[in-house]
């Protein structure tokens, strides 16, 4: 069980030390980051960054890092070098998995243009085998409310990555707004997803906000994530179960961190 850092970004920004110190207080043992820019990591070099989670008693198996076009140069037919370092980065904090959480819209324009995404995913995860890591993929909403030639765009790229290759990471709230349903998606692909972003969703409390749900301590939802976890130990195949809250209504980030922490171990983690 872990918390995605985005959870307390704010918190992370002004003092990531004290920030990561307060979550190991709470009795969290491992972070998954969401912020790597210029070869660093919430404004520290991977080594660095591993030095100070390393004197917490912290994990850093998995990171978020958009994989972009930018990132894959056709005429080579390889990655850039800005990818190469990224999963060199990466394998340097320790992660188990490298995580992007994006699909740009010019790679998935039409069924050929998405198959050869999908192929540079795999090859992604081929250029992070050779470090004892697993590419991974993190959804959103769009790949539930857009269709290619009749088929929803996230069976699709279940079908057409490697599991071997590409790990899933399944978002279970992300998806509830555009129809997505977990319980539904775990069924109908056992054993497929290796991580979990673990969330629960009310009505949108802000009515200028484009999402119709947002995110809630964990339990006082409406999506059923108790029951979605459960399902996802006995048959996703579902190894990380990462925490994220995004919306916080009256508490704070940190305090629902907190409460998040003391509803995943009521139910077992």
């Known amino acids: 069980m872990g918390l995605q850092l985005y959870s307390v970004r ?3 920004k002004k003092d990531p030390s004290g920030t990561l110190k307060q979550l190991a207080d ?11 820019v210029n070869r660093k990591m919430y404004g520290m070099a991977p080594a660095d960054f591993k030095k100070l989670l390393d004197g917490l008693g912290l994990t850093m ?5 958009a994989m972009a076009p930018k990132h894959w140069d056709s005429a080579k037919n390889d990655f850039t070098d800005e990818w190469k370092f990224t999963v060199d980065d990466a394998a340097i904090c320790g992660q188990k998995f490298v995580i992007s959480p994006w699909l740009d819209k010019s790679w998935y324009k039409d069924m050929d243009t998405l198959k050869h995404s999908m192929d540079i995913f ?3 995860g081929e250029l992070c085998k050779k470090q004892g890591m697993k590419f991974g993929y993190h959804n959103h909403n ?3 409310s857009t269709q290619i030639d009749g088929k929803q765009l996230y069976d ?14 399944m978002d279970i709230g992300n998806m509830y707004g555009a129809g997505g349903r977990a319980l539904d998606i775990l069924k ?7 991580l979990m972003h673990v969330k629960d969703e009310i009505k949108a409390t802000k009515g200028e906000m484009a999402e119709p749900y947002e995110s809630t301590v964990l339990g006082k939802g409406v999506i059923g994530t108790k029951e979605i976890v459960e399902l996802a130990k006995k048959s996703g ?3 990380d179960f990462i925490i994220e809250q995004e919306s916080y209504q009256s508490i704070t980030p940190i305090e629902s961190a907190k409460q998040d922490f003391a509803v995943m171990k009521e139910w077992g983690f």
């Open 10 to 12: 704010d918190d992370m």
């Open 237 to 239: 195949g579902t190894t």
């Open 142 to 144: 769009f790949e539930f």
């Open 188 to 194: 109908a692909h056992p054993g497929r997803f290796e």
């Open 122 to 124: 795999n090859k992604s």
């Open 61 to 65: 198996r998995s990171g978020h890092t």
């Open 26 to 36: 709470m009795g969290y043992k491992y972070v998954e980051h969401a912020s790597y």
């Open 156 to 169: 699709l790229i279940l079908e057409y990555t490697d599991p071997k290759l590409v790990a899933q990471q």
